[in-house]
């Protein structure tokens, strides 16, 4: 079965600084897709980032970056630059042979100023 | 072009009641997903839609909820007899296609309080 787990419930970061959210996964498909999502208060679930497992290459979008290490089934990702609005729940997921996501029980962001 | 949307934001009803969540997704999108989360969880899948294809109805936690989609885009989420373990929120969610590959766009959710 496949399993997503972030271990840090709760993380704080300085405006400007750089964080890293953790996330490993369980999967037993060879081909399969990581994703990591915000949720600000407002609810609405906001795709960050998306890394293909063939790639080696690990995804970037603008301030927002993954650490994938397929080998160690780890999926982290950086957030460069803190800025107020980076402030959300953060959720991982994967998908690998079906529809369905697996979220993890996510990070909750605060930036502080 | 407009986002997925859902309706109500918010719901409050008394245990016992039967509720409709509403949701409609982004206009092409043959795929629509509902999700619950609850309070300090992740998301836990409930039901998924693909064009005329039978529903895959695995995640739906009792026969108390059942769901639906009419002419392949709106969906309604039903829970009859509402428990107060039913509170979370409600969130749906669309893709282009089936495939695992594709992203999944979500709505704003529905919070749904019983009391």
């Known amino acids: 079965a496949q399993t997503v787990t972030q271990s840090q419930p709760e993380m704080s970061v300085q405006e400007a600084e750089t964080v890293t959210l953790s996330c490993t996964y369980d999967t037993s498909e060879n081909n399969y897709y990581l994703f990591w999502y915000k949720q600000p208060p407002s609810r609405q679930m906001i795709l960050v980032i998306r890394q293909e497992a063939y790639k080696q290459q690990n995804a970037t979008e603008n301030r927002f970056s993954v650490n994938f290490q397929k080998a160690a089934k780890s999926f982290s990702l950086k957030i460069s630059d803190s800025q107020l609005g980076d402030t959300a729940m953060y959720f991982c997921a994967s998908s690998s042979g079906t529809y369905k996501y697996i979220f993890g029980t996510g990070t909750r962001l605060k930036v502080l100023a | ?115």
């Open chain 2, 1 to 115: 072009g407009a986002g997925v949307s859902q309706s109500p934001s918010n719901k409050v009803t008394e245990k016992g009641k039967d509720v409709e969540l509403r949701c409609d997704p982004i206009s092409g999108h043959t795929a629509l997903y509902w999700y619950r989360q609850s309070l300090g969880q992740g998301l836990e899948f409930l039901i998924y839609f693909q064009g005329n294809s039978a529903p895959d109805k695995s995640g739906l936690p009792s026969d108390r909820f059942s769901a639906e989609r009419t002419g392949g885009s709106v969906s309604t989420l039903t829970i009859q007899r509402t428990q107060q373990e039913d509170s979370a929120v409600y969130l749906c969610a669309s893709s282009s296609d089936y495939l695992s590959t594709d992203t999944q766009y979500f709505g704003p959710g529905t919070r749904l309080t019983v009391l």
